[in-house]
Structure formats: structure tokens, C-alpha cells
């Protein structure tokens, strides 16, 4: 499959790299290539610079938002939640119709200060933003509410604990778990919580979760639900 | 220890039923005691009359809001979220001060339809909104996150799951700590999350909570943090 990934930030490069080592082929889109490339100092949360992490992983290309969405098959968005619209926007409706586009970003506003609060938030959500800005894409919402080293890498927790996806179309949400499972998830731990709609509730776990990482002190956590019986 | 549960709903019955059985003395807070007493019907969630209960429970009394936060030495707010600030308005101040309220309610709106939204929510919450209002209640929100069966009787989930617990005085975390571990919550199972503000992060699950009790077609259900080590 041909995967381009949105975002050049840590999550689409984990995402990215796991899609490689998995057989896929796959294309990181940004705004301007060109100076993402040249960039050569850590971005803001320290990460090393993107033409590093490239040449350490040269299967993947860096293209256009829009080249890279017209190439892929699916599509994965890791761009911030703020930038999402406008990445999107970039990418071009018409690139994009009628593919599946996996959203794992979050709403977070950090214009008030830290703790971020979520924009939109309670009775809207970017995934479902994103399905009425793009009403031919099957928008699929996951594994936006856990550290990207767990997504690719469930086993990195101990114990049973799970992903929720989110979605209106249903063969696309059966494609999702299979790539899910694909990364490490057991099936059982997949929940599908419903439409797009429901990608409120997901993206509402932010807080607790950025609280749980300065309580806790690492991010290896991830939500269980106890009580829910396999396979939910 | 004497309780003022305010609030004849099914999470004040359960709480006071839990602090009976255990020995505690426990009066039930409402507006108007002969109201409530007088109704013969089921309430909008189908649970029968306040009376019927109350007939099942004689070691529990009614009274006013104000008569029962005056007598008690802590008190329980299980109202509806929508009415909180008004029931504690009518509590009084001066019978709530330097004692711990235990805030239960989350700050649930139907006025939009269904499902319900927060209203505060993401830069304020309903723990937070009663701080302010009653600066000098030591107010603890815990167990909001749960079904209140799940509250008093844990071992309903199987398998470990999570109460957080938020508020500004620590000693008053540990009471309230001490009375969960009273109710069959594994200390290790508490989670301290901070300040009153984190409140926001435990009222935001609300959402998923709800939604997940229409997936999975029942409560008996609960978060868990895994990857959370023990008594974190």
C-alpha cells in the first residue's frame, strides 16, 4: 500500500517509519520540502532535525502536501490539530476524495498558556472538521490519545489497554483495524466507538492525558477500559 | 464520621446506603424534604420515589440542604452538575466551611439534546467553579468517573481500574483517599492528579464514558491507566 503520511513532526515519523518496516511504501508531505530539509537545528520539542531522521530512513520520501496526497492510496494526518485545515487545504480536496485519511491529530490550543485546553472542543472535533471540510474522504479517527512510540509499539505497556476508532464509513474503520493490527494491536483491544461524531470523545482525553504524563513522569501509559468484554 | 450527602439520586442512594453499611452516620441533603418524600412516582431515570428507598434505609434521615450540611462533618455532593452551585448556595457557606466536599457531579448539559455536553468545559470545570465559590470548602472531586455501583463496590470490574482524585489540600486527598480504600478501592488503584484545576481532565471523560456505555450496552465498566506504576 502507499501511504502518505502528513506531518514531518515526531508522531509522522514514527508512523512513518513503522509503515516502511511493514513492506508499505511511503511519502512524508509538507508545506515546503525545501525548507524542511534545511532546517538544521532540533525542532521545538528537541527533536533532531528532519533531514537527519531522513537519512537514517531513505526508503521514505519528502514531497509537496500535495504530491505526496495525490501518490498515496491512504492517507495518515499527523499534523498539529491547529495546522491540520490548512495542511489539508494544501493537500487538496481533490487528492484526497474518496481515500481513507487516518486522523491521529489533536485539537490543542496552547494560545492560553500551558495546560493546553482543546479547540474545538465538547460539541465539535477536528476529525469532524475535517469530514465536513472534505465530505468524500473516509475519515478515520485513532490512535490519537497515546505517545506515538505506543501506537506503533502496543507492547511498549504492559497489560491489556486500547485503541478507539472512530469513523463514519465502515469498511474504511475494518481497513484502520487491520492496519492496527497490523502495528501490534490484538483486535480485542480495538473498540469502534461509532461515527466521526464520537472523535469528540477521544479528543477529549487529551487533558487527563497531559496531566497523566506530568503525574506519572514518562508517557508509557496508555487508557484501558476495564469491563469491556473482548472484541467490544 | 458524620456525612451530608446532598442529592436523592441514585449516586447520593448508593453513597449513603455505602456509608450506613460501613458505619457512618448519614443524612441526605434535598430542597424541600416533604417534596421529595410526597412524590410517588419514579423518577426521569426510572428509579422508584426517594420514599420507597428511604423506607429500605431507616438508619439514613432527609432534611434540608442547610440542615443536613450543617450537621454533617464532611459532605457529599451527588447533585445533578446543572443544579450544584445552587444546591450549595442553599447548603450555605457557613455550614460547608473547612469541611471536605466530595464533588461527584459533573457538569452534565442536556439542553442541546442528546448526547449531552459539558457546560463548563476545557478552560473550567465544575470543581473548580464550586472552589471559587466556597474558598474555604477543601474540595476533592473523585469517583466521577465511574457508575456509582462501580463507586462502592469496585470489585464489580474485574482486573485493575483507576479513581482519580483532584483537589487543593492534601490532607484532605488523604481522607478522602482513606474513605475509598473504606469503600474496597485498592490504594494503589487511586490516582492523585493534582490541584482542583485537574478536575477538568475528569469531567472531560464523560463523553467517552457515555459513549462507551452505548457500546458496550452496559455500566459496569471503568478506566484504567495502564502502564501506571502502582500507587502512582
Known amino acids: 500500500m502507499r501511504y502518505a503520511v ?40 528537541g527533536n533532531p532535525p528532519f533531514s537527519n531522521w531522513l537519512a537514517g530512513n531513505e526508503q521514505v520520501r519528502l514531497e509537496t502536501f500535495a504530491d505526496a496526497a495525490a501518490w498515496g492510496e491512504s492517507v495518515v494526518n499527523t499534523t498539529a490539530g491547529v495546522g491540520t485545515l490548512q495542511a489539508l487545504d494544501a493537500a487538496g480536496a481533490a487528492n484526497l476524495a474518496s481515500k481513507i485519511l487516518i486522523d491521529i491529530a489533536n485539537p490543542l490550543d496552547f494560545s492560553h498558556g500551558m495546560p ?47 485503541v478507539f476508532v472512530s469513523g463514519d464509513d465502515t469498511d474504511a474503520k475494518k481497513a484502520v483495524t487491520g492496519l492496527l493490527v497490523s502495528f ?47 472484541g467490544a
Chains 1, 2 share one sequence.
Not at 20 to 28: D, Y
Not at 29 to 40: C, E, I, S, V
Open 184 to 230: 501490534g494491536w490484538p483486535e480485542t483491544a480495538v473498540i469502534d466507538l461509532g461515527t466521526i461524531e464520537t472523535a469528540r470523545s477521544t479528543e477529549m482525553l487529551l487533558p487527563i492525558w497531559l496531566r497523566l504524563w506530568d503525574t506519572l513522569g514518562h508517557a508509557d501509559f496508555n487508557f484501558h477500559i476495564a469491563g469491556a468484554p473482548s
Open 6 to 45: 502528513l506531518g514531518t513532526g515526531v508522531v509522522g515519523r514514527t508512523i512513518a517509519a513503522k509503515l516502511a518496516s511493514l513492506g508499505h511504501e511511503v511519502v512524508i508531505g509538507t508545506r515546503d520540502p525545501k525548507a524542511t530539509l534545511a532546517r538544521t537545528e532540533p525542532d521545538g520539542y
Open 116 to 162: 493546553p485546553s482543546l479547540t474545538p472542543v465538547n460539541t465539535d472535533s477536528l476529525g469532524e472538521q475535517i469530514q465536513r471540510a472534505f465530505p468524500e474522504v473516509k475519515v478515520v479517527k485513532t490512535l490519537n490519545t497515546m505517545n506515538c512510540q505506543i501506537m506503533v509499539e502496543p507492547a511498549r505497556v504492559a497489560g491489556e489497554h486500547t
